[in-house]
């Protein structure tokens, strides 16, 4: 399908007299101002998913120090973070107070975040309180869906997330250290038909729209018409293509796969970020994507940074008791802040510092 036919298709399902999306030319501008975003995903090392990063009891605020004061060493700029409904919800001042503290913390490194409200990957039974171990050999088995797919798909449940999003984004509107929002991350993972993404995708953006930060809005794809071996959800792609302030997208293939990306969302004449990549074993490395997106002006966003409780070392397809592997899935550092790859960071650092 076209561009211009994908485009007249989202006009008739999604038309709006005005949904507030930024001009091209404010988007652009403002990431202009900025500079080239580059930096990771981040969970802190000693939490096994986002309740246990943000809950009072384990939340860890002299580890993100350290480990930001690492991810600073490695000439990075953005780090994008998983916020957690549930967390917020049993409390909404103390998670916003530990928000603000890692907003500070970002700050003192010289850093930008890019906030991820919601997220389809994980499992949906995300619980307060006491987290799973760590489990050898296994990537993210405590990772969570947020808000979770029996929310998504009730709209009746959904005030008490509206207040969320709402008390986070009026709070934080005006707040330079945020770089932008980042709504729902992956709604085309539908996790095998469970999950109805779109009816909860269209009301975030309208909550976002009408605060009206001084932020942009974007959230990722990983599907695309052009790229045939991912295939797409149209009605999401569609939606996603008339309403992202700042097209994004994931991608854990090769390099030759990125380009496919790139080459198709500037079409849209608007800042792109990669907000996910980096698969070693699947020839997705920092060597063959990072100059890349430089070269483009593309938000680079890794995924992972600390060896830590999630397993991100680990492949997707590893199995419970496997050693570390030799070679590396995601991450980028040892937990006492040692490269995992010596010439890696050197590399790194080669397009990163100034």
């Not at 000693?46 to 009891?57: G, H, K, R, S, V």
């Not at 009746?156 to 932008?180: A, N, P």
Request: with cysteine; charged share 25%.
């Amino acid at each position: 399908m076209s561009l211009l036919a994908m485009l007249l298709l989202s006009q008739s399902i999604f038309a709006q007299s005005d949904n507030g999306r930024w001009s091209e030319e404010r988007a652009n501008q403002y990431f202009a101002e900025r500079g080239w975003p580059v930096g990771c995903n981040y969970v802190t090392s000693t939490a096994i998913n986002t309740i246990e990063m943000w809950q009072a009891e384990t939340f860890d605020a002299k580890t993100i120090d350290r480990e930001m004061g690492w991810a600073e060493d490695l000439g990075f700029n953005t780090i994008r973070i998983f916020l957690n409904a549930l967390v917020y919800e049993s409390d909404p001042v103390g998670f916003k107070k530990r928000f603000d503290r890692v907003l500070r913390i970002l700050d003192k490194h010289g850093m930008r975040a890019i906030v991820t409200f919601f997220t389809n990957g994980g499992k949906p039974d995300g619980k307060l309180g006491k987290q799973m171990d760590f489990v050898l050999g296994l990537h993210s088995p405590g990772w969570k869906q947020s808000p979770g797919m029996d929310i998504v798909n009730d709209p009746m449940k959904w005030g008490k997330i509206e207040t969320y999003v709402k008390d986070i984004m009026t709070t934080h509107k005006t707040d330079d250290r945020i770089l932008m929002w980042c709504m729902y991350n992956e709604p085309e993972n539908q996790q095998g038909g469970k999950v109805r993404s779109l009816p909860f995708l269209r009301a975030v953006f309208k909550w976002a729209r009408e605060v009206n930060p001084s932020q942009p809005l974007t959230s990722p794809m990983w599907g695309i018409p052009c790229v045939a071996e991912w295939g797409s959800n149209l009605p999401i792609v569609c939606f996603l293509g008339e309403n992202c302030d700042v097209m994004s997208f994931h991608c854990y293939e090769p390099v030759s796969v990125m380009k496919k990306f790139i080459d198709y969302l500037k079409q849209f004449n608007r800042p792109i970020v990669c907000q996910e990549y980096l698969t070693r074993r699947d020839s997705n490395t920092f060597e063959d994507c990072l100059p890349l997106m430089k070269a483009e002006n593309v938000g680079a966003i890794n995924f992972g940074l600390t060896q830590g409780k999630c397993g991100f070392y680990y492949h997707w397809t590893s199995k419970e008791g496997a050693p570390e592997p030799e070679l590396w899935f995601h991450d980028i550092l040892r937990k006492d802040g040692t490269p995992y790859r010596q010439s890696e960071v050197d590399f790194i650092k080669s397009l990163t510092k100034k």
